[in-house]
């Protein structure tokens, strides 16, 4: 299929010129070479990228012009010994899913083409990282997509992404910037794996207190939802977020890079298929307001807070909608997979932790309003069953990773148990567990049944009595319904236990069965009341 494309040439700073004999005639100077080339997608992107005279010695400058969003990036390098006659081999490669600008012995920049909007998603290689194996790396050009073409031996190699090289360099990595890039490569490039995410898990593990300006788990969680959810429906991946972040300010050292604003390309064809037609999704997305069309924690946020603070005002009466956010997080709660089999490795509890079914099915309830406002193609049972599955898969990754984190720490045996005291493993678990509501928390994201019970069971063992009553103050330890039947549950063996029930513990925690106010000891065999009010 051939078709109309006018590119405003104006805003690209490009100049068309006349191929004429006379062409060059009174210019002083003789002509250029110009290194120029025009990579597409499947995935309905469109990129010019050519590399420009340097102004200073020892630089090299070269722009991308994502077409597709409107704007270009013109990026700029300070090297080290560098000869000048080297930019001549600066080589632009079409990944698929990045534009890799390849200078032979000095970086490899994988340019992220699909979500360029954030510099986090680029990769910037130096020394040996930015070499690329079995090629005389001097005497190679790109005649195709994601392969080179070896000059000197006259062999057309295949170009992908080495997986394991990938995991390593992740491991290696110090700075933010290039374990976040690492990070959204495998997960939205490579593909989220059950082998994968267990890699990944166990570097989240090792490494979630060392990342300051990202939080992994929440990049993870999101990230593979991405991936997972895309291919269901057209256009989903417009919808949904592939990222935690709304900006990111860390730069790459040594690197410069300046955004211009372009005239979009006009499309002079319609009703077209494959990558036009995903062309045009991409422009028409980018007209709309690219950054609102995408599901956001601030939508969810903001009718959480509405919806807290009529349970605050209203007590107990059930409107018409909360019945049927309630509904919704039932439908979720059935296709919880852990439920599905009778041994599950982490001892989660089916209880009714009454806040959490309300985020549930308050997330399914605004995501299918998300998406059936965008997806007007779409019927809206399907939508329905993309949000119920949407939210359904998100409470399996949590699952996933403390079943990991469950089996890394040993706990495999461990029963939920109130009577004895905590060992290490169980201490380094219970501060994740925090590390994961911190991050479910940041995004308004619920957390799957059982979670809240099973953090406070280890809360009560591994914390000190005035730690564990800040933590309770703090919202950071919540006493669900279930977790207070096991307090309350038989004989309280422990000291700890005993000052527990005697310093109010229990005060003024919300639960679906009112307000408790306190604890108190009766007597001495340690039976205890709970006191509750109820509006």
Known sequence: LEVLLDIPLADTGLKLVSLECGCYQGQETEPQLLNLQVFTSEKGWMCICHSIAPINPGEVTYSVFFLHKGYSKTYTVALER?????????????????????????????????????????????????????????????????????????????????????????????????????????????????????????????????????????????ASLYWRMCPEVSNLDKLL??????????????????????????????????????????????KFAE??????????GREWEKLRLHKRTEGKRITTYMTTVLEYAE????????????????????????????????????????????????????????????VSKLLDLTYRIMENIWKKYNLDSWVFSLGRRSTSNEILVFHFMCRMLHAASGMCLPLPPGFRTLQTGLGVRCLPLCTLLLYIDQGVLHLTEMCVLKLLKGKVHLESNKRLCSHDVLRGQDTSYGSILFLTVQSSNSACRILTSRS
């Open 82 to 222: 560098m000869d000048p006659l080297q930019v001549k081999d600066l080589l632009f490669l079409n990944l698929d899913y990045y534009v890799a600008v390849f200078l032979p012995g000095h970086f490899l920049h994988l340019v992220n083409a699909q979500f360029p909007d954030l510099m986090s998603g680029d990769f910037f290689l130096t020394g040996e990282d930015a070499k690329i194996n079995g090629l005389h790396e001097s005497t190679i050009v790109s005649p195709l997509k994601s392969a080179v073409l070896d000059l000197s031996t006259g062999s057309l190699f295949t170009l992908e992404i080495n997986k394991q090289a990938l995991l390593q360099f992740l491991w290696k990595s110090k700075l933010d910037g290039e374990r976040l890039a690492t990070l959204h490569c495998l997960l939205l490039h490579v593909g989220s794996t059950a082998e994968l995410e267990t890699e990944i898990i166990k570097w989240i593990s090792e490494n979630v207190s060392t990342c300051f300006t990202f939080d992994p788990i929440q990049e993870f969680i999101i």
């Open 241 to 286: 977020p592939y990222t935690s972040l709304v900006d990111w300010k860390e730069l790459i050292p040594e690197v410069t890079c300046t955004t211009h604003f372009m005239s979009l390309p006009v499309l002079k064809v319609q009703n077209c298929k494959g990558f036009w037609e995903k062309l045009i999704s991409s422009l028409e997305c980018v």
């Open 291 to 300: 950054s609102h069309l995408r599901f956001n924690s601030k939508m969810l």
């Open 331 to 390: 439908k979720v709660f059935s296709n919880f997979s852990p439920w599905s089999t009778e041994e599950r490795l982490v001892p989660l509890f089916q209880d009714e932790d009454y806040e959490q079914q309300l985020l549930t099915g308050l997330m399914v309830a605004q995501l299918k309003d998300h998406l059936t406002r965008h997806l007007q193609c779409v019927g809206k049972r399907r939508i329905e069953e993309i949000a119920v599955d949407y």
